[in-house]
């Protein structure tokens, strides 16, 4: 039996009605940007495996980390000690990040990042024995997929089934000129109750690769600051030169109050979350009343392994041929939006950084279930392309050590997409 009928006898996969899906891909090795399956055949990895992968499949650089790692220390608990990996990764965190930020809590991943951010912040409230409990969201949030991460997400098919048991939480439009001034007064009349707000900088990866303004995101900011709201950036997805800076933030005047990290923190190689804040939040649980701690913790929290596999990674981050790689993508996935906005069957298309999407013109359903969607999916992989639209909306998420000519045979394929389906 191949590995993907075996496969399908046992295993739950994620995001999957296990009844309709086809076989699963079985997949034996990858470099760079491909991933080879257990017949041979070869894939472009067009969405960095969940937009986790930075540098491409197998690094040889992080592999030799983490190996070296494997051989002083696999893991130790993270409650009364410490080690060199977390320490370190930590420093170097902190120097590339707003200068605001000067605490780091480890978790796994980017929805256990979000769940503490959250608690940080409505513990913080009530530690001063106050009660500021409600939330402020974006519409199409997502955040992830635990129960805090999911009530501060959208109410979508992804939360329909548990939407009476997420609490409360105010969903605003994204900030516009136009609708900014609103948006203020709507968060001045909810101030005495806000715990906090949080957001996907930029981009609203999960809702569909929606874009938007850093200058009025800003403004916001800069008024939840002003009505002492405390402000979430998670950068689980856009962090690590994503949006063609280092962090998205770095695209705003105003510092977020707490940062969530993971997906590329690691280079995608292995599961690691983050949460960094300031000081003001920080001290706002030192005390001799023990009932002011963070109690929160995973059994796996900094993981050397994990942390080492972050610290290679920066090191590849911060080389100049990422730098270089980051520019390149941005500038061939330009050229070829400025194309493929202008076939008829593309409702728009739009760019940040080395994101690309487009909106399939379907007449009318446009949702995430989308049947299109399936036929998409399989159209690309048959053509040797990992690409996951999110219902009818395509998009380019690549790996940073991707070749222009994989890049144009992504392209290419996209465009015989267009006029086939
Ligand atoms: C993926 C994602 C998360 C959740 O991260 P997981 O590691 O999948 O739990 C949180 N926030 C954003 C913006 C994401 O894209």
Known sequence: MTLAERDAQIIWHPYTQMQTAGLPVGIVR???????????????????????????????HIAKKIAEQLTKLEHVIFAGFTH?????????????????????????????AIEVAIKMCLQYWHNQGKSRTKMLAFK??????????????????????????????????LPTRENIEDLKSHISHLKSDLAC???EPLIQGSGGMIMYEAEWLDELLKHCKAENVLTIDDEVFTGFGRTGKPFACDYLTEQPDIMCFSKGLTGGTMALGVTTCTSEIYNMFLSDDKMKTLFHGHSFTANPIACTAALASMDLFISEETKGNIKRIKEQHSLFKAKVEKHPKVRTARQTGTIVALEW???????????????????????GIVLRPLGNIVYILPPYCITNDQLNYIYTKIFDALNEI
């Open 197 to 199: 707000f949080i957001f």
């Open 140 to 173: 199409n949030a997502y955040h992830g997929d635990t129960f805090g991460a999911m009530a501060v997400s959208g109410r979508s098919a992804f939360t329909a089934a548990f939407d009476n048991l997420l609490f409360e939480v105010e969903f605003i439009d």
């Open 30 to 60: 990858g470099e760079g940007a491909l991933l080879f399956d257990e017949n041979g055949k070869e894939y472009i990895d067009a969405v960095s495996s969940w937009w986790v992968n930075l540098y491409g499949h197998a690094h040889p």
């Open 361 to 383: 013109e379907t007449g009318n359903s446009t949702s995430y279930l989308s049947p299109l969607r399936d036929r998409l999916y399989n159209y690309f992989l048959e053509a």
């Open 84 to 112: 060199q990996p977390a320490v370190e990764l930590a420093e170097r965190l902190l120097t590339i990040i707003p200068d605001n930020q000067k605490r780091v809590f480890y978790s796994d991943n980017g929805s256990t």
